[in-house]
């Protein structure tokens, strides 16, 4: 049966427009080259500015902390949306991954935590499964429901559980808002390399000291945690792309009716596929309620749905989904270590970006964008020499801003598998 499938449906004919065939994938030396001029745009800012946060190690600690939540929903979106359901329930299930992580975490451990998101999580994404492929119901609508009642459950659970006068919960520091404390999760830094980065750092040297405090966050207090999501990444790459488990699931994303007619029990990938997302956005979850040592009311704060736009801007691709988590993982932590002037450092760096933006549309000949452009970055640069710093309420919406902008030029290159949220019955081919 396997041998049917071995062209992936994604790469036929019909699914990529003739005027769009001609942009080729960017290849290994071009990504180290794009990296490296990041790296270099960020020591002349940094130099500039004077922002050393831009760089510093501690600010990619925390980038990589807030990433982790933020990547694993957008995984767990990528995983159901490629099987052809939406799920917009990711934030529900976080908010379940968060609460299980809270009540069994206290009481038996970190890790007893991580294992109760997932399961949480996992329950939230079968619940989404039944109702969407089974009884057919509209995805969008099943998963806006998963998360009104995924809101309400863990509020009344966390009354019931941890907020109950004389309960060995509330003795041990719970309330009805939060549940009591748990362990430290184990870390890992690697001897020697850490504290050889973390010297080279304090000199603050260009180029040199900026990558040296980038790499000593990824040696350095590192969770296991972190490391069991990038291991989910690649996993989830070999699985989806290079194993025939995964063309068949791919294949009920793009043609059900065809993936049936070649004896793959649709019905059952899209089950797998569903459960899976919501055990990746549990996770996620759990990682919030592990990394403060407590579940809160309100814990999960939107990043299920950040985590969609991840994934809509890494095109449902683990590799872009990581990148955009990295981003945005950035961004949130900018904001709360580096506050108004950081930020405020950010608005030239825009404004380089954008000029760099209007000269590529002047050479594909898109005047109009490429003027817009321009303007644009001429009018962040006005705005960055007439001021010292941002405004602290532009200073908590700049994740949002960033998302909001990075989705509005990745929407052009988007492939978004054929079949996504469309009602599939079994026997629709005969």
């Not at 038996?108 to 039944?130: E, T």
């Not at 907020?163 to 184990?186: F, I, L, V």
């Not at 904001?335 to 380089?352: E, I």
């Not at 002047?362 to 960055?384: K, M, N, P, T």
Request: with cysteine; net charge positive.
């Amino acid at each position: 049966m396997s041998t049917n499938l071995t062209a992936p449906v994604d790469q036929s004919p019909t699914h990529q427009p003739k005027p769009k065939a001609s942009r080729a994938k960017l290849s290994y030396p071009q990504v180290l080259l794009i990296i490296a001029g990041a790296l270099v745009l960020l020591s002349l800012l940094r130099v500039v500015t004077g922002a050393t946060n831009l760089t510093e190690s501690g600010q990619y600690t925390a980038a990589l902390n807030a990433a982790v939540p933020i990547g694993l929903a957008g995984l767990g979106g990528l995983w159901a949306e490629r099987s052809g359901v939406i799920n917009i329930g990711l934030e529900g299930m976080m908010m379940l991954g968060t609460f299980s992580a809270g009540a069994v975490g206290w009481q038996h451990g970190p890790w007893a935590a991580a294992l109760a998101g997932i399961v949480g999580g996992a329950l939230g994404g079968l619940l989404h499964a039944v109702v969407t492929v089974t009884f057919g119901v509209d995805h969008i609508i099943s998963g806006v429901a998963i998360n009104i009642m995924a809101l309400g459950l863990t509020q009344f659970l966390a009354k019931l559980l941890f907020g109950a006068d004389g309960s060995a919960a509330a003795t041990a520091g719970g309330n009805d808002k939060q549940s009591p404390p748990m362990h430290d999760m184990p870390t890992f830094t690697v001897p020697g390399l850490s504290g050889w980065l973390q010297s080279i750092e304090h000199h603050h040297w260009f180029l040199v000291s900026d990558v040296a405090g980038i790499l000593g966050s990824l040696v350095t207090n590192v969770s296991w945690l972190t490391l069991l999501t990038v291991g989910l990444f690649v996993l989830s790459f070999f699985v989806l792309w290079r194993s025939a488990f995964g063309l068949r699931l791919r294949s009920c994303g793009e043609g059900p009716i065809a993936a049936e007619s070649l004896g793959v029990n649709v019905y059952r990938y899209k089950y797998a596929a569903v459960t899976v997302s919501g055990a990746l956005a549990g996770l996620g979850g759990a990682f919030l309620a592990i990394y403060v040592h407590i579940y809160q009311d309100g814990q999960t704060g939107g990043r299920g749905y950040i985590g969609l736009a991840t994934m809509i801007f890494g095109n449902w691709r683990p590799g872009g989904v990581a990148m955009g988590a990295g981003l945005f993982g950035f961004m949130d932590a900018l904001q709360l270590r580096g506050g108004g002037p950081t930020v405020h450092a950010l608005l030239l760096l825009l404004a380089v970006l954008l000029v760099g933006l209007a000269l590529w549309k002047l050479r594909g000949g898109q005047r109009v964008q490429a003027v817009i452009s321009l303007v644009a970055a001429a009018l962040l640069g006005v705005w960055y020499a007439t001021t010292d710093t941002v405004p602290l309420e532009i200073v908590g919406v700049a994740p949002y801003i960033a998302t909001l902008l990075v989705l509005s030029l990745a929407a052009q290159r988007l492939r978004v598998p054929k079949a996504i949220g469309k009602i599939y019955r079994r026997g629709q081919g005969k």
